[in-house]
């Protein structure tokens, strides 16, 4: 059977748009939407940075399941997205303490922070105008803190591009497997097996907004799935879809034209293992 393709005729009430291209590292996109009704979000391994007109900036930590939201009529709401692991040093806080939660900014860089940004926001001509405040406060976050953690970016794109076992993982990055959970979850907000999960879903998404609808068997082996079976439960479990279902859905054009997966396939590993000819790390 073959697959048809997502829906990518845009979302009309949500508009992604590109970074600054020295922010490409740490953010996939940034956005804009007015949203209204019920909106369904698929967990992408990011964090957000969002201001709520009216409500104040709100951190949307990472997720494990599918949730949803509804907002009034109009609502207008404007964020960037953090690419998995790269927010917790920024923020100072560990990404487990804001896992499957959505808290003030003020709670985690205190009262000031949030009030000048709201005020800089606030004040601000327009669209653009609000998503380069927005880039240029994730850029100075960025350049104020100490280097993230390498290990973050490593694991992260060897499960971008296939989905290495934990022991694999551990055993290039030199330490066990406990490790190994351990530094995961402080940087993505749960262990090694969880990220592998949601970035699989990610890739399965990618390779059908790339045209690959051969159907799905095989967009599942080419993902990483051990068989469409595979796929169907992850997909109920992770997005509370069917695999056709999140396909049509807005899911894969939720970052535009990047990718959570762009930093992983572009990205050169500081250690590796080799099975099969494929580095793990």
């Known amino acids: 059977m073959s697959v048809a393709a997502p829906n990518l005729g845009g979302m009309g009430w949500y508009t992604p748009a590109p970074v600054a291209p020295d922010l490409s590292e740490a953010l996939v996109c940034a956005w804009s939407a007015r949203a209204e009704?019920?909106?369904?979000?698929?967990?992408?391994?990011?964090?957000?940075?969002l201001w709520i007109a009216g409500v104040?900036?709100?951190v949307c930590g990472p997720e494990t399941s599918a949730w949803s939201f509804t907002l009034p009529r109009g609502s207008e709401s404007f964020g960037i997205r953090f690419r998995p692991g790269a927010a917790p040093h920024v923020l100072r806080t560990s990404a487990a303490h804001i896992r499957d939660t959505r808290v003030a900014l003020e709670d985690i860089l205190g009262s000031a922070v949030e009030r000048t940004?709201?005020?800089?926001?606030?004040?601000a001509a327009d669209t653009t105008a609000r998503?380069?405040?927005?880039q240029d406060t994730g850029r100075q976050w960025l350049t104020g803190q100490r280097a993230p953690d390498p290990?973050?970016?490593?694991?992260?794109?060897?499960?971008?591009?296939?989905?290495?076992?934990?022991?694999q993982l551990a055993d290039a990055s030199s330490m066990t497997s406990r490790q190994l959970h351990r530094r995961c979850n402080e940087a993505f907000g749960y262990g090694p097996s969880t990220l592998r999960s949601i970035l699989r879903l990610q890739r399965f998404m990618a390779l059908a907004r790339a045209g690959r609808h051969g159907g799905l068997a095989t967009l599942a082996a080419e993902s990483g799935f051990s068989d469409q079976a595979h796929l169907s439960?992850?997909?109920?479990?992770i997005a509370s879809l069917t695999p056709t279902a999140l396909l049509a859905s807005e899911a894969p054009d939720w970052h535009g034209e990047a990718s959570v997966l762009d930093a992983g396939v572009r990205s050169v590993q500081d250690r590796t293992?080799?099975?099969?000819?494929?580095?793990?790390?």
């Open 37 to 49: 009704g019920r909106q369904l979000l698929v967990p992408d391994g990011c964090v957000d940075v």
């Open 56 to 58: 104040g900036v709100r």
């Open 117 to 123: 940004l709201i005020d800089r926001l606030e004040h």
């Open 131 to 134: 998503l380069t405040i927005l």
């Open 151 to 167: 290990l973050a970016a490593r694991i992260t794109s060897a499960l971008a591009a296939r989905s290495w076992s934990v022991e």
């Open 233 to 237: 439960r992850e997909c109920r479990r």
């Open 273 to 281: 293992v080799t099975t099969n000819g494929e580095s793990a790390a």
